[in-house]
C-alpha cells in the first residue's frame, strides 16, 4: 500500500499541472528560432538585383558593387553607340545604292561596304547581350554573397607540440 500511494505520488507530481510554462517555453523556442531566421536571412534579395539589372550596373550599385556599375554601364553605353554607329553607315551606303549617285562609285563595293556594317553591327549587339548578361549574373550572384565572411579570421594553422609525446595538429578557424 505504501508503494502504490508512493508511486502514485510521484506520478501526480511528474506531470505537468502548469501547461502555461509549456507553452511560455515553447513561445521563447519559437522565438528563438524565428530570431535565427532573421539572422540568417540575406540582406540583399537577388531577385531585386536581376530586377534592377534591367539598367546595366544598377544591380551592382544595390550590391554595394560601385566600382563595377560604371564599368557595365559604360561598356553597355559604349557598344549601344557603336551599334547605332554601324547602323547610320549601313543606311548611308544602301540610301547610296538606292540613288543616282551609285554612277559615280562601283555598285559592288558598295554592297561589300553595307554587308561589312551590318555585319559589324550584329557582332556588337551579340557583344552588348553579352555584358547585359554578365551584369545580370553578376547582380544575382553578389546580392547572394553580400553576406559572406571574407574577414581575417579564416584561416588553416598547423601546429607541432614540443611535448616529449610528438603530435600534430591541423586547425581550421571560421
Known sequence: MKYLLGTIFVFLFSLN???????SLEKK?????IEEVNITSLQKKPWVAMSLSIIPGAGQIYNEDYWKA????????GL????SS???????MQSLLDSDEIEN?????????????????????????I??????????????????????D?????????????QMGLRLRF
Not at 80 to 83: D, E, P
Not at 110 to 123: A, G, I, N, P, S
Not at 131 to 152: E, K, Q, R
Open 17 to 23: 499541472l502548469y501547461p502555461e510554462e509549456t507553452d
Open 29 to 33: 523556442t519559437v522565438d528563438r528560432v
Open 70 to 77: 560604371p564599368l557595365l554601364f559604360g561598356s553597355a553605353l
Open 80 to 83: 549601344a553607340y557603336a551599334i
Open 86 to 92: 554601324w547602323q547610320s553607315n549601313f543606311n548611308q
Open 105 to 129: 562609285y562601283n555598285a559592288e563595293q558598295v554592297k561589300l561596304r553595307m554587308e561589312y556594317y551590318r555585319d559589324q553591327r550584329d557582332q556588337t549587339a551579340v557583344y552588348l547581350a
Open 131 to 152: 555584358i547585359y548578361v554578365i551584369s545580370i549574373l553578376d547582380a544575382y550572384a553578389g546580392a547572394h554573397l553580400f553576406d559572406f565572411d571574407t574577414s581575417n
Open 154 to 166: 579564416l584561416s588553416l594553422n598547423f601546429s607541432f607540440s614540443s611535448q616529449a609525446i610528438p
